[in-house]
């Protein structure tokens, strides 16, 4: 039975010779759905609809970009040997913490230019960038990759998985924890949560940084899962360290904006 589970084609359409992969579908259906969710906030905020269209034209062409590099830089033992697959994004390899540094970047000097509030531009934006990244987990589940350690069948079939995850998890003789699953449904329970906070009392800016928290938090154990993480040193894992440190200073931030700047209600019209 183990030799006739095969896993599913990464390929989602073949026109001659360009192949269209299912990696690269998910990701853009991910930004679509954000997109939509961004918009009808937005609009709820008084702020003109073609504010966020106009943002992702830039930042998710500059995120995927920073995505790229900064999981390069941390693997570039192998990549400096193999040049030309840097530009092999569709096999996978990208970096979310390198998308949010690229994305918050594009966003700072945008709303500068716009002459709008980057808080206020970053609340609404949060539960939209974490519904795309619990969409775009599936993408590594198209790919076979982002999984944790070693698990036997029956340990997945107690989970209550459907047949294709199952199969899915089966990788060269070995079922694995679907660590992509995990981060997707901790992701969607984060985007209830900040669409809740949006209509509540927060501070502006108070959105994000929560999102940051939530994320950052159920990262941390997460990552622990994993057999592929981005390594600072044989025992330090690139995607904890950082967790930790977002976690301390989105919470420093929220302290300080409160106690200091005396941030305005997300909710305020301005």
Do not use: C
């Amino acid at each position: 039975m183990l030799a006739s589970i095969q896993p599913l084609d990464r390929v989602a359409l073949e026109l001659g010779p360009i192949s269209i992969y299912w990696y690269g579908i998910i990701i853009a259906l991910g930004a679509y759905l954000g997109l939509l969710l961004a918009i009808r906030e937005t609009q709820r905020q008084g702020l003109p609809k073609e504010t966020f269209v106009d943002l992702i034209l830039w930042a998710v062409p500059i995120a995927i970009i920073s995505a790229r590099i900064y999981y390069v830089t941390f693997q570039w033992s192998y990549y400096k040997d193999n040049p030309g697959d840097i530009f092999a994004i569709w096999e996978g390899g990208i970096a979310i913490h390198g998308a949010l540094i690229g994305s918050v970047i594009t966003a700072i000097i945008f709303t500068r230019k716009r002459g709008l509030s980057f808080w206020k531009i970053a609340d609404i934006a949060a539960p939209s960038i974490l519904l795309g990244q619990a969409i775009g987990r599936w993408g590594n589940f198209m790919n076979q990759e982002a999984h944790g350690g070693p698990v036997t069948r029956a340990f997945l079939e107690n989970l209550m998985l459907p047949e294709f995850i199952i199969n899915q998890m089966y990788i060269d003789g070995t079922y694995y924890h679907p660590t992509f699953l995990y981060e997707s449904l901790w992701n969607i329970a984060g985007v209830v949560l900040l669409v809740i906070l949006q209509r509540t009392s927060v501070k502006k800016g108070e959105v994000f940084l929560s999102y940051v928290i939530w994320y950052s938090f159920g990262r941390y154990f997460i990552e622990g899962l994993r057999t592929d993480s981005l390594m600072l040193t044989e025992s330090l894992r690139v995607a904890q360290v950082i967790s930790v440190v977002l976690i301390i200073v989105s919470v420093a931030l929220i302290i300080y904006r409160r106690k200091v700047m005396k941030a305005k209600p997300y909710n305020e019209k301005s």
